[in-house]
């Protein structure tokens, strides 16, 4: 076999690559002068399959003896994206196995007077992918590698990430966190604030399977930042794409151990990831919870897949409009104004007729006074090709149409913003 790959997505403790982003391959062979010569390539997902998804026939690069074949278009139809586990609020930490997949890719020479594939195939590393495609600028310099939690490393790394467009993570021990809380939740700090009533959903990449359990460590704190208790749940190590529902009533319904007595005297937590020996292995992320939201405007509790594969969610609360579009077609049917031996005309015989009248609804939201790590939070949802209304009625999708240019603001001033959206909800609505 003449095949070398000479480049391939590595598996150093099996990260889990951005489907979105490419996921390339660098072959070369020593037979690219054969004649009809190809490079035959087979990709398989799960890597266990014997039954490839996709073969391909690549053709040399001209002078050279390599091909370039990028996977990431393939792989992409072996992810399923659902919200069951957050529109019901389910508890404790699932592993979200429809996000989460391993592939393999195999090489093989085709040549000949009549072209077949000779000798066995190369096969390329065993590597996982899951729902997320950073911006390629980020994706070049290797940011993506910020969210991977490596169950490997055998010390603190507070430098990791959880999968959120948020950035109210401090590079501190949860430890640190409890010794001085006033310092991280006292406005030194971005502090997430949620309301009590809202569905809010962190999750991560959990990256090989070192220790026993993966752990998420939770710690609640009063107004006046006494620690009231502590919490964790864990789930059996495994390479996975986990969440978990951190809002309240999703912690409330563990229904056991000390979460027990949350209530409205917490005012602020925070939540980390560890592996079973303690190491902890993500930076921590402070919220603050608003149980009594005051707003004398209807609210909306908006939810969207991020750029990293996991889902954020927002409340606006500002002034809102919701309209109705009507679409019309028309037209002016024929008809004879006689009736026996009498030309009859009648006001009602006017032929103007609407035979199909649709309907859309719309609605323009605007949020609450942002700071700007806020505002960059929720470029995700301008750009999100999954966005959901969670309504009255149950979880709505819906279509965002405007803005269509998010805006950087900056402000060195006083650093505070707001954000307008418009979304569509087309459910194909005709009138009689």
Not at 41 to 46: F, G, I, L
Not at 330 to 349: A, C, E, K, M, Q
Request: net charge neutral.
């Amino acid at each position: 076999m003449a095949i070398t790959i000479q480049q391939q997505p590595y598996t150093t403790y099996n990260y889990i690559r951005p489907v979105g982003n490419p996921i390339e391959f660098l072959v070369s062979s020593s037979l690219s002068t054969a004649p009809n010569f190809k490079i035959e390539v087979k990709v398989y997902s799960p890597d266990t399959d014997a039954t490839p998804i996709a073969t391909l026939r690549y053709d040399i690069i001209p002078s050279t003896t390599q091909i370039l074949f990028d996977a990431r278009q393939i792989l992409q139809s072996k992810i399923t994206e659902g919200i069951t586990n957050l529109r019901t609020s389910a508890t404790g930490i699932k592993n979200e196995t429809t996000k989460y997949k391993t592939a393999k890719v195999t090489f093989g020479e085709s040549y000949g007077a009549i072209p077949s594939v000779t000798g066995s195939p190369t096969a390329s590393n065993v590597f996982g992918f899951s729902n997320s495609g950073l911006k390629y600028q980020g994706w070049s310099v290797g940011d993506w590698l910020d969210y991977q939690l490596n169950t490997s490393v055998g010390a603190n790394t507070l430098t990791q990430r959880l999968l959120t467009g948020f950035d109210n993570m401090v590079q501190a021990t949860d430890a640190q966190v409890s010794a001085a809380p006033s310092t991280y939740f006292g406005g030194g700090y971005n502090v997430r604030k949620i309301t009590s009533a809202q569905l809010v959903q962190m999750m991560w990449n959990w990256v090989g399977s070192g220790g026993s359990y993966a752990v998420s460590q939770f710690a609640y704190f009063k107004s006046d930042f006494s620690l009231h208790f502590s919490y964790s749940s864990s789930i059996a190590s495994a390479q996975m794409v986990a969440s978990q529902n951190i809002g309240t009533a999703a912690m409330l319904a563990i229904g056991s151990g000390s979460i027990l007595s949350l209530n409205n005297t917490d005012k602020y937590f925070y939540i980390c990831l560890k592996q079973s020996a303690g190491y902890q292995l993500s930076g921590t992320y402070l919220f603050e919870i608003d149980w009594t939201p005051c707003s004398k405007f209807e609210t909306f509790e908006i939810h969207w897949l991020n750029r990293y594969g996991g889902w954020d969610s927002w409340v606006f609360n500002k002034r809102s409009r919701h309209t109705t579009e009507i679409e019309r077609q028309s037209y002016n049917p024929t008809f004879l104004p006689i009736s026996g031996s009498t030309i009859v005309r009648n006001s009602y015989d006017i032929t103007g007729k609407n035979f199909i009248v649709s309907t859309k609804e719309s609605y323009t939201l605007n949020s609450d006074i942002l700071k700007q790590w806020e505002l960059d939070g929720l470029e995700d949802l301008i750009t999100s090709p999954m966005v959901y209304w969670n309504s009255a009625d149950g979880f709505v999708n819906i279509s965002i149409k405007d803005p269509n240019v998010f805006e950087h603001k900056t402000n060195t001033v006083d650093k505070l913003f707001n954000l307008s959206f418009s979304f569509e909800i087309d459910n194909q609505d005709r009138r009689q």
